[in-house]
């Protein structure tokens, strides 16, 4: 056998960890704190897909620290981990934060990449969140557990978008699969709510499309916060609209009801779209509307709304027509499967 060539012990350590987004099929905006606590028992359903964010962390000689955020066309160095800084743009000062708690006091190469377009409106930045945090800890020889992660990342987003945040998309980027989250009054518990057979079932009726990125995803929830702790009976009403209808959605999980789930999208989007016209616009009504003469079964857009992307349950056989019927009007047609691992941490020597 030859002998190996190089120096091995000049080798550096490569951490690469991954996380997916998630499709949220009801209940969201009340995982927001505490806004769950008067809606109990709160629950929010979600399914994570495998548009991933991906971070890359290497060590470098001297204490430097150079970001590269690929998705985003940026790069910034810092001369050491204590002079790290960051302007008011928040994707950046989040990971600048996340850097600045969590690495270690030495040089480091960081990449970051989220698969999920900008504003889609499938938690990407707190997926890349989730992955940055369980890179950088790894990085430091610290194994965090995945709600010791979900906490951290949440608490550094918060303070980067200077809104009040919510847990869903952390869970399903941390676990994977489909969850009901819910949320009680002494904690947040998971739930798994469908089996891999299922999830394969439930894939091929999935159609994902990208409309654009919409205005700032966090104004419609922050408008919905503000009015709910203002005590407007309507937006308690609306959150108990949701509460209902994600108890429902997670019993037809169980039940495996596919007609159940695609009825309770739409009832999640009809109580959603009373509340906040904002929500949609006129062509994404008129969209929704083509779509659903060419196959679609129910139709949602994900997230706050404003554009971003629509999540459809469809027919299999109306594909094709309905991708066409999509990219014809402007949108983009997005990979849509379902994630079971979620966060992944791989360790090697490069």
């Not at 009373?274 to 009504?285: E, G, H, K, N, Y």
Request: aromatic share 6%.
């Amino acid at each position: 056998m030859p002998e190996p060539t190089g120096d091995m012990s000049r080798m550096t350590e490569l951490i690469v960890a991954t996380a997916p987004t998630r499709l949220d099929f009801a209940g969201g905006t009340l995982d927001i704190p505490p806004l769950y606590l008067f809606h109990q028992p709160a629950m929010t359903v979600n399914v994570a897909i495998n548009l991933v964010a991906k971070v890359t962390v290497t060590r470098r000689p001297g204490r430097a620290i150079r970001l590269v955020a690929s998705d985003q066309g940026r790069q910034l160095t810092w001369s050491s981990r204590d002079t790290i800084a960051w302007a008011r743009q928040p994707f950046l000062e989040m990971l600048a934060r996340l850097i600045r708690s969590l690495a270690p006091d030495t040089g480091l190469e960081i990449r970051t990449d989220c698969q999920a377009p900008a504003g889609a409106g499938t938690g990407g930045s707190s997926a890349l969140a989730v992955a940055a945090a369980a890179a950088l800890a790894a990085v430091g020889g610290r194994a965090l557990d995945r709600r010791t992660l979900i906490e951290h990342a949440k608490a550094v987003e918060t303070q980067a978008i200077r809104v009040p945040t919510g847990y869903q998309d952390y869970y399903a980027a941390a676990y994977g699969g489909a969850g009901s989250i819910e949320f009680g009054l002494i904690g947040i518990h998971r739930t798994a709510i469908a089996d891999r057979a299922f999830l394969d079932e439930l894939q091929q009726h999935l159609l994902l499309l990208y409309l654009g990125k919409p205005r700032f995803s966090g104004a419609n929830n922050w408008d919905l916060f503000k009015r709910h702790m203002d005590g407007d009976r309507k937006t308690f009403a609306f959150f108990d609209a949701l509460r209902d209808n994600a108890l429902a959605m997670r019993d037809a999980f169980v039940q495996r009801d596919l007609a159940g789930i695609a009825r309770l999208l739409n009832r999640d989007w009809t109580i959603r779209r009373r509340a906040l016209p904002t929500m949609s616009s006129p062509a994404i009504d008129r969209l929704i509307h083509s779509l659903r003469r060419a196959g679609a079964i129910a139709a949602r857009i994900c997230g706050a709304g404003g554009g971003g992307c629509l999540a459809l349950v469809i027919r299999p056989e109306a594909r094709a027509t309905l991708n066409a019927l999509a990219e014809t009007a402007g949108a983009t047609v997005l990979p849509c499967i379902v994630n079971t691992r979620g966060l992944v941490v791989r360790r090697s020597k490069v």
